[in-house]
């Protein structure tokens, strides 16, 4: 069986127009690989919202990355001040991947 | 009010009700963002190219740059006017308040575009360096905006979003860009240059324009029923609002000297609000002002009553500042 | 036997069978899904703004009232035909075949525009009204659908669905709408209104529709061999049903009075399936059916077979039935 | 350390036509905040499908909301009898968040 | 409650020309049923990308099916050969779900 | 040197550098991905169909073999040039030079589609079936690349993507497709059957042409900065290159006696890289050929040298040469 070991699996979701300050306080917690989602719509607390190119100012995306504990850890307490005022929802868990040497 | 009428009755404007309708009726109607977005595009580029063929052809002029100037210190002045009107008859905090503010001393482009349609079937054509002002009025709304909002204790983003990326949304926003590089090539190509595409941006520009208002319509609609922060007091002033800006607009023009086209146009441009440029930068420098909000306010009440009732109604006013001026 | 060879090899077509050649070779062209959708809603507005036209100018007449009845009543009555022979002959369940026949009695408008280009340029220009026709058969097909499903014991949805949604869905369908609104804005704006427009809306059309063509050769093409359920009595079914229903239709227009390329739209109404109202439909109210085999049978072969053989077929029909009754 | 608290991660894919089904559930069950996503294309018991815009059946969407254990129960519960008639998929799963009173 | 069983779920991220590799493993080591996601853009060791439609080169999928142990395993040992030469990212976690025999 | 700066000042080529400009300033200016596409297919469909009218007006003639047979031989050549000029001046190793010169012996599209807008406006229109060379330029380079590639010991994906879907996607490419399957159905209709849908096709063409240069320099610029393995001498092969290719490309044209005109349309597929087939080819066969430097070098220098300096270059030697020789 292919050996497969533990990481941290780091998702979050950002208005568009604010991702570049996730993707910077990425880069400097050492998370280099990362993948960028376009949502669709949802809700929140202002209401119901949908993506529409058009204005642009309601278009989310969600940001994944897996990576070790450390660097995921370091994100997470770089991101932590913007949690509240960038409107920002994080989620961490737990996933196995091979190749463990990559993350 | 024949005009009103017959305004009313276009295709252009009936395809926007259409939109509307749909909208409220919550019809699953819905035109593809990406289409929607790229007639946006579309829009753009041809506004500015036929302005700026227009100003090859009728050369520099000193009305120029009093329409400039004009329209400068609108976008930095009208947001002032509308801020305490939010913040105190319309109840806003300041971070909201500012963000509002910022729509509204802004301009909206398919609100000019539908306007000059409208002034070109009424003899009424405005000048063609009338798109180099609405390029211009883009902006500057957008810094009294922040302005104000922080003067209210809103620390923008953390202290992010200050640095060069907002900068960069601001003066480097894809529909500034567009139009004046658009704007430019109008002046660069002239007449001659312009003729071997004039088939895509001149012919095709009034069925474009009813496919995008349209999904205007729909997307008005929809902004309105999804908005949970709308109040009255707040509707309220997303009509009175345009209607004071349209008339200094308009008053404005026509102090200056501009012919009563372009005057209504500086009016429509006054009394427009954003819903492209300021609100992708309001989202990045204000993350915690209610986007639903300010997008109910200037997309779903003040564009379909500037599309209906406004553009008509400045025109009017303009006419009228005329006569009684000469 | 000339008109359909030259019915063939008219771009329109030659780019459906492009497209059908292209999707069956399994090659990666392909149109973004946003565009197609474009194009369709565009080919909606086009056809709804220049039936109103034609009827702005052509004014009331009672073949309109004849042709509307008409239609209404093949919408009811068509898929009562197509169900038994679905779940008897073609083995479906209960489920499956009313959604199917829902199919069946509703129509296909790019299979409508298309007739009504190659009837054009035979000269037997259909009259403008039988775009309210076609807006009109669009639903009560999904009614008699969703109640022979139902019969069979489909509990739909776990009483789901039944609510405003679907009935917003069937009554307020995207397409409905859009073919309606841009109806009556022809009929409004009238011949003046258009002239404006007609550059981008009857300019463009053969264009846009040959592009559209294209897609729905790779979609159809897709269609067919992406399905697990589709069997070859299933695959008769749906050559046969369009012939069946098509010749109704051609007796049925030449019998209310009708002209030969009326009767002939109305019988290309009547031989098409739907494949954008009614799937939307059964998916939500049908969610147990096989979508994939809906849109296989409609798509994949019914669409196909009436674009290239149906066209000129159901046309000859309603001559040959005009010239016995005359 | 930035500290977290456990909750759950509710995922289902649902036809875009049947979507409102899935919300209005949520939002009886107490699910205020979700976010929607688009599929792409996908494999299931009547065979390979891909979203195209013009029919809108085949479409497929991805509703996810991170919510407490009582709430995530009460929606599941709410969306069981759903699972077969709307062909439903639904996962859950743990997840870490920051400011775990929000969720 | 409603009862609910383990299963694996497993992602992989893959260019868009070579989601077809993917497939087919899929459904020889059994997985009959998956979604696909488009992504929107990422960062990776060639740097900085994004879905242009337009050469279609630098697209990325993610592939997302839920299964017993078994089968994701008789997967994961499938695919592992083509993590390096085909670029894919894998990773594999936990959910919990109702009707456990559909998986 | 007038006709070079005319062509710079052409609206065409303007908005490709309002395009440039905007991405290097990383303006948020952006056209929609599907926009993009449906503006590129839309250009192939056109080009095809107008080169497939003018073949069926000015008959079959020797010179299409002529012109068939050296855009083949071209193909098959300019890789071998290309791959020890990456390997050992550019540095690359060997999967990644055999990815680059398939991109170099393959052709771009849009190159030659501006380039015959410019030779059209300079009265040096090339011949229709110039078209049909376009397409059968497409492909053979990549079969070259590919063995060029493997002779380096690159182990084909695994062994995987050897088989049918790489042979489909070289060989049933879309672009592939659309070209030769527009180009045909142009034979088919003739001037007759175009005639109808000329308004789309036609009319319209330098204006999308516009638009979809707007969204290349956009395009070209993020290749350009996003890169991180572009190397100075790299960057002087990308310019490098097509200089050599259009050289020999104008040099074959003029010898096997093609008028300017067309050989200046040779010299112009044999200058161009490709940046839709080659590259979804190369992403199937070599994974691990970096898809970010192929990019940056096709698209983000040869495309933009090609469209400013390159099309007016190529067609100066072919002029040139033509003296020479007669
Ligand atoms: N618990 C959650 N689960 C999923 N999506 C969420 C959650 N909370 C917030 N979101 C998404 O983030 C957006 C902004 O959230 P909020 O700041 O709460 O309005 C919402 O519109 C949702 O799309
Ligand atoms: N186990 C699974 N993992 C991922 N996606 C699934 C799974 N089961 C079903 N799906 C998705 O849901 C759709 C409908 O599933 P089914 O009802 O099994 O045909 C499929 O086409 C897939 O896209
Ligand atoms: N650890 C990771 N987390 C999320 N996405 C990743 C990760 N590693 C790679 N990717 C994605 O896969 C792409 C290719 O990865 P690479 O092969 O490392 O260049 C990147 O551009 C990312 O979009
Ligand atoms: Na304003
Ligand atoms: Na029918
Ligand atoms: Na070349």
Same mark, same amino acid.
């Given at each position: 069986m292919t050996t497969t070991v533990r990481r941290r699996r780091i998702e979050v979701l950002v208005d568009k127009p604010l991702m570049s300050t996730v993707e910077k306080h990425a880069e400097l917690a050492g998370i280099e690989h990362y993948t960028i989602f376009a949502a669709h719509s949802g809700r929140g607390h202002t209401g119901r919202w949908s993506d529409d190119?058009?204005?642009?100012?309601?278009a989310k995306r969600m940001f994944l990355a897996v990576s070790n504990e450390e660097t995921s850890d370091r994100f997470i307490e770089a991101l932590t001040p913007f949690l509240d005022s960038h409107g920002l929802v994080l989620f961490v868990s737990n996933v196995e991947v091979v190749r463990g040497e990559r993350y | 009010m024949d005009a009103a009428i017959s305004t009313l009755l276009s295709p252009v404007i009936l395809f926007f009700i259409l939109g509307g309708l749909a909208g409220f009726a919550r019809s699953d109607l819905a035109i593809p963002e990406s289409i929607a977005k790229g007639m946006s595009l579309y829009l753009m580029a041809a506004i500015g190219l036929k302005g700026g063929v227009q100003v090859a052809e009728a050369g520099f002029s000193l009305g120029i740059v009093a329409a400039l100037a004009a329209g400068l210190a609108l976008g930095f002045i009208l947001p002032l006017i509308a801020y305490p009107a939010l913040r105190w008859?319309?109840? !806003?905090d300041g971070v909201n308040a500012g963000a509002v503010a910022a729509h509204y001393g802004s301009v909206s482009v398919v609100t000019f575009v539908t306007g000059v349609e409208v002034l070109t079937v009424g003899d009424l054509a405005p000048a063609g360096y009338m798109v180099a002002v609405l390029a211009l009025m883009e902006t500057p709304a957008i810094l009294v905006g922040l302005f104000l909002a922080n003067r209210s204790g809103a620390a923008i983003g953390n202290g992010e979003g200050k640095g060069g990326a907002l900068w960069r949304e601001v003066l480097l926003n894809g529909s500034v860009v567009l139009l004046v590089g658009s704007f430019l090539i109008g002046i660069i190509a002239g007449k001659d240059g312009f003729t071997p595409i004039a088939p895509m941006f001149e012919t095709a520009f009034r069925g474009v324009l009813c496919l995008f208002l349209l999904d205007m319509g729909l997307v008005a609609a929809r902004r309105l029923t999804q908005?949970?922060? !709308?109040?009255v007091r707040l509707s309220v002033l997303a009509i009175a609002l345009p209607i004071l800006n349209g008339t200094i607009g308009a008053l404005v023009g026509i102090l200056i000297g501009l012919d009563v086209g372009s005057a209504s146009a500086l009016a429509i441009l006054a009394a427009s609000a954003s819903y492209i440029a300021v609100p992708a930068a309001m989202r990045m420098? !204000?993350?915690?002002?209610?986007a639903g909000l300010y997008l109910a306010l200037s997309l779903g009440i003040t564009f379909p009553f500037n599309i209906t009732v406004g553009i008509p109604l400045y025109t009017a006013l303009a006419s009228w500042f005329a006569g009684v001026i000469a």
């Open positions: 190119q058009l204005t642009g100012a309601l | 008859f319309g109840r !806003l908005s949970r922060a !709308l109040t420098a !204000l993350p915690r002002a209610d």
